[in-house]
């Protein structure tokens, strides 16, 4: 099993950038198909983006298409959530997720990532 703590979090004018860490312990971090959700307040958690096992493949929802960047650093047991052109709508808590088996087309849907981050806030100002 996999322990996830995001970091990275915090208040950034509308355009600026940010980039949250997914800090991995526990079994091998490679191992592990890997996902990022937001909650903004008063809605439902959403997909982000996603990454497989190693790196070759990466998607993303396409409201952050072209903005956000995700990758991973497996040596270092580390995702990555790279975020420019940030807007007053990114604001939201963001969840990085993993599991061990790659959830192919369903990478969207939340029930397929058995491993949790508490999330870290990320607030964007107008």
């Known amino acids: 099993q996999v322990q996830l703590v995001e970091s990275g979090g915090g208040l950034v004018q509308a355009g600026g950038s940010l980039r949250l860490s997914c800090a991995a312990s526990g079994r091998t971090f490679s191992s592990y198909f890997v996902g990022w959700f937001r909650q903004a307040p008063g809605k439902e958690r959403e997909f982000v983006a996603a990454i497989t096992m190693r790196g070759g493949i990466t998607v993303y929802a396409d409201s952050v298409k072209g903005r956000f960047t995700i990758s991973r650093d497996n040596a270092k047991n580390t995702g990555y959530l790279q975020m420019n052109s940030l807007k007053p709508e990114d604001t939201a808590v963001y969840y990085c997720?993993?599991?061990?088996?790659?959830?192919?087309?369903?990478?969207?849907?939340?029930?397929?990532?058995?491993?949790w981050g508490q999330g870290t806030q990320v607030t964007v100002s107008s």
């Open positions: 997720a993993a599991d061990l088996v790659n959830p192919g087309y369903r990478y969207y849907t939340e029930s397929k990532y058995d491993y």
